[in-house]
């Protein structure tokens, strides 16, 4: 690991077990069945230091506001109380863009599951009153064939009693989370990855950067998160219930 600062390099040796460094934490691999995650750390730079620090202690929060779910993976408590290091369960499968690249198209009906169990956890985070900031498929891991989303240090963490339809209306970025999750769906859809940036492209894509949705499963419901057709996370999970009962 290297930084940049003021004109000089750090080195900066990885921790035993590192299986994964991410852009606010190293990911380390404690056993078969947890990792702890520290926040990335540079020595001579306590105003970086201390960011990361604030951001893995907002991740640590989030994951106590979200509870044990199903879909996200299992929080086991704070590593080290001095670094704010937090211990996470380990996922056996990997991420979800590896999953898809390495391995065959299952069927329907089990893509069906998949599919169904990101709204219901994303719901869930909204209704949380948090905004996860960064979904993709890297962040969102397999293990025992389920989903779990992952990494929130990029998250916001909002009041129990916050309006979050006035929030998301307050706050145009936040629907960049539909956008994304548009992406995520899509690829478990065809069982091909597809990845927009828009943080890295800095606007919405224009229609002919997108693939076409017109003959795949939820495919409706794909378009008109990529076409900015939504509010909020809640109008979206509405326009799936009502999907299902056309769909039984």
């Given amino acids: ?8 390099t750090v080195i900066v040796k990885q921790r035993p077990g590192c299986i994964a460094i991410g852009w606010t934490g190293e990911i380390c691999r404690v056993d078969d069945a947890h ?3 520290h926040p990335k750390f540079f020595p001579g730079h306590p105003t970086y230091n201390e ?3 604030e951001l893995i202690t907002l991740e640590r929060n989030i994951y106590e506001r979200l509870g044990d779910h199903k879909g996200i993976i299992k929080y086991l408590g704070i590593a080290d109380t001095e670094t704010g290091a937090i211990r996470l369960a380990y996922a056996k499968q990997g991420d979800l863009s590896s999953c ?13 599951g998949w599919i169904q169990s990101l709204m219901e956890t994303f719901y869930h985070i909204y209704c949380c009153k948090v905004l996860h900031q960064d979904i993709k498929l890297s962040n969102i891991l ?5 989903l779990n989303v992952i990494d929130f240090a990029n998250g916001a963490l909002f009041p129990l009693d916050a309006d979050m339809e006035a929030t998301c209306a307050d706050d145009p970025l936040s629907r960049v989370d539909l956008l994304c999750l548009g992406c995520v769906i899509y690829s478990i859809a065809t069982c091909q ?3 927009y940036d828009y943080f890295e492209e800095g606007r919405w894509p224009m229609p002919d950067e997108l693939p076409p949705t017109s003959h795949i499963p939820y495919g409706d ?5 990529w076409d900015d057709k939504y509010s909020t996370i809640a109008s979206l999970y ?3 219930i009502a999907l299902l009962g056309q769909r039984r």
Avoid at 3 to 8: C, G, I
Avoid at 221 to 225: H, Q
């Fill in 142 to 146: 397999v293990d025992n064939d389920c």
């Fill in 221 to 225: 419901i794909i378009k008109k998160r």
């Fill in 193 to 195: 990855v597809f990845i």
């Fill in 100 to 112: 898809i690249r390495n391995h065959g198209m299952p069927s329907q009906s089990f893509r069906d």
């Fill in 1 to 8: 690991m290297a930084a940049n600062a003021s004109s000089s």
């Fill in 35 to 37: 990792v702890v995650k």
């Fill in 238 to 240: 509405e326009d799936n």
């Fill in 51 to 53: 960011q990361y620090r």
